[in-house]
């Protein structure tokens, strides 16, 4: 990489020609101040903090926009450069209030560390300041705008990484001021990291507003549960309370940000509904026990109901995909030790004979290299934000991208054609398209595809992937509850295999891969989960499940639970008036950042993460309750000291694979069908207890949006109610179809 | 909120720039739709405007608040543009304006009861020459006294 030699401070350093300056004093540690400046970010130049002296250059030059020449002699602290950078301190603190007693980013702010450096200790400035009149950006960013220095890194992240250009630099000169357009509030679902790349204390965290000081706090490496990237963050405490989310860098996973998702869910973490003391149901009432009473009345209910009557196969074991690997791991290994494989994650999979299967072979930081991706049933923008993050980087640097949906979304980048086609169709249109793949690499075509069409849609969809050298398939989540799941699945494999492209499957998120690591799938003569809730099961264990937002079968599941001979024991995080219901044991366990474990993202990474706090009062991290409950059954194979060991033990293991269909229907049927979705806040317990991402326009995201020709067949209207969710007419949706993106409870749903 | 007239027009500007540099009419377009709606913009004059080229509201925001020729807040029938730049203001522009605010009954930024005037301070029109100046409409008046000022506010109708 040494391709010149430069001088910097009379030290000769080798960098590349045309590299930014500041990117190589950056390498070598020398500190250069800047505000405007962010390596993710484009160059602007405008806060001329880091003038250095260029020998030869009769003015100080900014050291971010001065490309390198072979043989440069720069001086980053000699009178010359030292004199600039105090002048232009000088000129950037006449207007900014010097309130930093009162400011959230004291004691983490690059204006104050930067000023401690270069600024006087006395102000030359007698004249009045600016005074910006702040404006309400929404639920998650707190503005105080007369402190803002105008260095537009809020703007460019809107211009460039979120898509949407938000913020904006209006008016001149001293009357400047970085504002929204219209005040609707802030709507971009990684908002967040404006907080983390504004130097000053202009937009700072609103939850977080008046709470510490950062210097209070202990950060603690963590691991976000919430999609299959599994961003890499700092869990900051204070008094055994996680306090505040930041990003941490991790390049080949969520480089500097993270989704507001990831980033404000910590708030749920205090909601008044978590669990908090063991309770156990005697003739009906809940009684609060102790941890050995409740265990004890657990494992005797498991051994009336199960073991005593030698029916172990009469026992299940459901959770939810927010687990941990190794609770995953442990609740699978309990069931298999006392001989049921009725295990299952897929809660949410309305027909399990042809669910999903498909492999994911691309890493995360490989999609920015891909030339050209098919999306197919997936608004990724906000399901996967840090993959849909990826994909635009790729698009801006010339990769298209064709989409293949039930209703038209908003992308944040420009598609090269959006295909809006009906659920019932998806299978028959990729049929289409793996037939001119076949087609064009002369290879015959099967039987099963004689009879399917090739259209001029599914001919440029096949020619995009056939040509590029580097194309990726993207199966989304909308597919999962497709009457013809599996063969599209199988369909999208073999368009893979013929038009050479790799497969990324966002069909299940959270950390559903780290469930199928630990083999948290049915066995050979299981049941999965749909068997399980009309087989008529004795007992189940239940790991964080909450019926009515993640089955799939909702109206069954709690009516299977309720049984009167059924004996449940329940492991959650929070209360729920349907889990009281049916269960006869409720187990409070630790939620997010309160345990530790392992995440394993889409590329099969393990990501593992120590506990940031304790869990509140006498809830407990689930591996360890797994493990005693493990112990109170005098199974073998228990003796774990810490959650690390069970991690090595599942690694060293042959994961098992859940049996699949293979066949491919590509027939055509015409019925109306639902595609059903939480929203994109409502994905799990945590969020959905987390107040201000819940205030967010996207978190009132709840509707069932149709186009008028199928709410006519449905016989709704306008703002009724279908299955439960407001009816919004909108012709962005295919026909036959309804979407749903729903913030509650799937009461209603078939 | 924009005519077919003015999009018409504003069609043939965006012609001028490369494909998908459309935003660059911006300008021109912000003139048109001003001129079309009481010779001022609002946010949503703004938005259109910005719709209409497929760009973020926003980014039309920036351009409509950096530059002097458009209007934010309503406007008389003649906007007079009193210069206070350096010639002017060392020529006596100040005790000038403050004469002219004095006389219409308003400070600047406003409008006249009658809907007739408002006066708006601008930056130099490189009239140096004839300071201190303004200009109503696209017409210069140099050399300004008290006593020149009244003869002219006097005629405008």
Redesign the interface.
Known sequence: MADIEIEIDGNIVNAKAGEMLIAVTDREGISVPRFCYHKKLSIAANCRMCLVDVEGAPKPQPACSTPIADGMKIHTQNEKAKASQKAVMEFLLINHPLDCPICDQGGECELQDVAMDYGSDVSRFTEGKRIVVDSDIGALIQTDMTRCIHCTRCVRFGVEIAG?????????GEDMKIE???SEGIQSELSGNMIDVCPVGALTSKPFRYELRSWQMNAVSNIARHDLVGSNIYTQTYKGKVKRIVAKDNDSVNETWISDRDRFSYEGLSHVNRLLTPQIKVEGTWKEVEWNVALDFAIRGLANNVFNTHQSDKLGALASNTATLEEFYLLQKILREVGSENIDHRLNVKDLDHAISLESNIKLAGLEGIDHALVIGSNLRLEQPMISHRLRKANLSGASIDVINAMAFDFNYRLNSENIISPSQTAATLAGVLKSVLQNTNIEVPDYLAQIEVSDITTQLAEKLSQSDNSVIVLGEHIINNPQASSIANLVGEIAQYSNSTTLNVSATANSMAANMAGFVPGKDGLDVNAMLTADLKAYILLDVYPQYDFHHSIQAVEALSNDDTFVISLNSFKDDIVSEYSDVLLPIASFYETSGSHVNIEGKIQSFAAAVNAPSDAKPAWKVLKVLADLLELPGFHYADSAQVTSEVMHQSHKQHTHDESIDVKVKRDVNIIWQKSPYAVDVLSRHAASLQATKIGQINSASMNKATAKKLEVAQNDEYLGVPVDINEAVSNNCVFVNANHSTEAQS | MISNKAKKQIDAWVVKYPEGHQSSAVMEALKLVQAENDNRLTPDTIQAVADYLDMPGIAAAEVATFYENYNHKPVGKHTIRFCHNISCMLNGSDELITYLENKLGVKTGEVTKDGLINVKKVECLGACVGAPMFQIGDQYYENLTADKIDEIVDGLK
Not at chain 1, 164 to 172: K, L
């Open positions: 949407i250009m938000e913020m904006g630099g209006t008016g001149r929204p357009f219209l």
